[in-house]
């Protein structure tokens, strides 16, 4: 997994990292545990790593996972 080790400048914690992680394997072996997003973000899913949140969207026609972005709850 790529994306796991590409977000390390954003996040500098290991904890958080961790968790994350865990998010990530989460959203992996049930891709619609995450809230629903409504208006300009329709169609993304996103999930809380306190105090981040990953964006993510399931493509049905192609089987891909796309994660969209990590971004820290305050500065959304």
Same mark, same amino acid.
């Given at each position: 997994?790529?994306? &796991? ?8 914690? /290991? ?8 998010? &990530?394997k989460?959203? &992996?072996?049930? +891709?619609e545990? /995450? ?7 329709? /169609? ?5 790593a306190?105090?981040?949140? +990953? ?8 089987? +891909?996972?796309?994660?969209?972005? &990590?971004y ?5």
């Amino acid at each position: 997994m790529t994306f &796991i080790n590409n977000y390390s400048n954003r996040v500098k914690d /290991g904890t958080t990292k961790k968790m994350l992680r865990t998010q &990530i394997k989460k959203i &992996i072996c049930n +891709l619609e545990v /995450g809230k629903p997003m409504k208006t300009s973000r329709k /169609g993304t899913r996103e999930v809380y790593a306190t105090p981040y949140r +990953l964006s993510y969207i399931f493509s049905r026609d192609k089987e +891909l996972l796309y994660f969209l972005s &990590i971004y820290h709850k305050d500065k959304q």
